[in-house]
């Protein structure tokens, strides 16, 4: 399928865009911030879906939405404003969906399932008793840079809580100096797993709020977490052995020991 957004924010069409790779990491999205180019686009191309911003620069996302229309009558159109007082207007046009900002993956995966129904949904289990892993509908990630799977391991054992990015690189980099160079690289880390996870479909995983980063623990199976909430079979397959790898988590290492004698 193919998905446009449209919106004269950059910031906001990164957004956009990023919730819809996320959500449907197999299919093409493509981004204007020009209504007049969008136009152009899908003279040439047949576009299933349209997330269109209402108040824009040269045209309005409603006008925009009525050309559209008129050249693809069966093109899905959804308004993602933030003012409510376009609705009626909105479904006048017979507009798919109407999002108010902020938007979240989560708004944009239920207006896709009302348009399409409900996909298989992905699992993502979580490893962290002898040794690290991800595991989506019971396949290993694997992640192009150590670090990059490190940085995930640190946020999960967060457990939800937004970490910023100055914390979780001092933690991965216990040497680090501060430099520039330092967090330039640190950048293309979090690119890297941003970039993994979504190829993998498990870009729900991931929260990011301005420079903090969080995953969310309720889209994870994950051992850790069950022996938390004092699931004995977590409990029992706990040996000591909490992210080994990581010399970070020994001090949780010990806390899990002394929880289960």
Not at 26 to 31: H, P, S
Not at 173 to 185: L, P
Request: net charge negative; proline share 3%; charged share 25%.
């Amino acid at each position: 399928m193919l998905f446009i957004a449209v919106d004269d924010e950059a910031y906001m069409l990164d957004e956009i865009a990023e919730a819809l790779h996320s959500v449907r990491p197999k299919d093409e999205i493509l981004t204007f911030s020009s209504p007049i180019t969008a136009l152009e686009a899908i003279r040439e191309q047949m576009v299933d879906a349209a997330f269109l911003d209402i108040q824009m620069g040269g045209m309005t996302g409603i006008d925009l939405a009525i050309q559209m229309k008129r050249l693809q009558p069966d093109i899905h159109i959804v308004f993602v404003t933030g003012y409510q007082e376009y609705a009626v207007q909105a479904y006048q046009i017979h507009a798919t969906g109407y999002l108010l900002k902020p938007i979240s993956e989560g708004d944009i995966a239920r207006e896709l399932t009302f348009i399409y129904g409900d996909e298989p949904k992905q699992k993502f289990r979580v490893q962290t008793f002898g040794g690290f892993e991800l595991f989506v509908n019971e396949k290993p990630v694997k992640f192009d840079r150590s670090k990059a799977k490190e940085l995930l391991a640190f946020l999960i054992d967060k457990k939800g809580t937004g970490t910023t990015t100055a914390e979780a690189y001092a933690a991965l980099f216990e040497d680090a100096d501060g430099s520039s160079s330092g967090k330039s690289y640190f950048r293309n880390i979090v690119r890297s797993l941003k970039t993994t996870l979504k190829n993998v479909g498990a870009g729900c995983i991931l929260l990011r709020d301005f420079n903090r980063l969080a995953v969310d623990p309720k889209v994870l199976d994950c051992d850790y977490y069950r022996f938390l909430d004092g699931d004995p079979i977590a409990i029992n397959h706990f040996r000591d052995d909490y992210l080994p790898q990581y010399s970070w988590a020994e001090l949780q290492n010990a806390a899990l020991h002394f929880f289960k004698e």
